[in-house]
């Protein structure tokens, strides 16, 4: 009688089977492309940048006044696009029952001047105690670059 042998360690696969980690990963792409969109807060604007930004955290609420002003001109109260006309309305409506009375502008670098201050002033027109107006902070300078130059002071003539 004769004893059967197994051979068990030949059949072994040792190989990674991918496949499954690749429709895992793809799934998981997805999912981000199609959640990413919706969690944008604000109006996409490049704001300006400056050496020493004041830092406003109240802005970053879910509650807080947001006016943005786009390159084109484009005027958007809490992410809906407005007539400039219809923002003092719609501010003074959006204050009656705030304690903080207080709304942010985020403006685009590229935004016409006169654009920002209408829209300031129809804000202070709707009874606002605070106007924030949203910066970024500068990159800093890389090491051995030169200093921006600075403007000689005009001189009274005597």
Known sequence: MALAQRNEGGKVNSEINVTPMVDVMLVLLIIFMVITPMLQHDVSVDLAK??????MPDAEKEDALVVAITRDGGIFFSRNKINPAELTDQ?????????????????????????????????RAAGVD?????????????????????????????
């Not at 400056?50 to 830092?55: A, E, I, R, T």
């Not at 709304?103 to 670098?109: E, F, K, L, P």
Request: charged share 20%.
């Open 50 to 55: 400056v050496n020493n930004p004041q830092l």
């Open 91 to 123: 501010v003074r409506d959006r204050l009656t029952n705030r304690v903080d009375k207080r709304v942010y502008i985020r403006a685009d670098a590229r935004a016409k001047y006169s654009s920002v201050v209408e829209v300031v002033d129809n804000v």
């Open 130 to 158: 605070q106007l924030g107006l949203l910066t970024d902070q500068k990159p800093p300078a890389p090491p051995g670059a030169p200093a921006a130059p600075v403007a000689p002071l005009p001189t009274s003539g005597q």
